[in-house]
Nanobody, 130 residues
Framework: QAQLAESGGGLVQPGGSLRLSCAAS??????????SAWYRQAPGKQRELVAG???????NYSDSAKGRFTISRDGAKRALYLQMNNLKPEDAAVYYC??????????????????????WGQGTRVTVAS
């Protein structure tokens, strides 16, 4: 009933900025982002946490992201963002959105069903090069 989709990746020069977006969508009547995070995976490396946000909006950052990246969420809790400034070549990776989504939908019997599941987006590539 729900999915996450990232956008906003691309090629940027060192020192430049990008803003990644992650939109929650689906067939459920209600979808809201709860605990959420941005991860990244560079070629040959493990996926790593970049920034996270608690359900009540408290952010946390990896050491490499502190002072340069900002995680945020829209008021409707349907979109997650990652503002990345002063990008470095080592920031190049595929960036993934991860979130617990609360959904509410009608089942075949006409009953409202509330669910909470963890979802991943498909990733968006960030390249940092001159």
């Amino acid at each position: 009933q729900a999915q996450l989709a990232e956008s906003g990746g691309g090629l940027v020069q060192p020192g430049g900025s990008l803003r990644l977006s992650c939109a929650a969508s689906g067939s459920a009547s209600t979808i809201t982002i709860e605990t959420s995070a941005w991860y990244r995976q560079a070629p040959g490396k493990q996926r790593e946490l970049v920034a996270g946000m608690s359900a009540d909006g408290i952010p946390n950052y990896s050491d490499s992201a502190k002072g340069r990246f900002t995680i945020s969420r829209d008021g409707a809790k349907r979109a997650l963002y990652l503002q990345m400034n002063n990008l470095k070549p080592e920031d190049a990776a595929v960036y993934y959105c991860n979130a617990d989504l609360n959904t509410l939908h009608l089942d075949e019997g006409g009953h409202w069903v509330a669910q909470k599941r963890n979802y991943w987006g498909q990733g968006t590539r960030v390249t940092v090069a001159s």
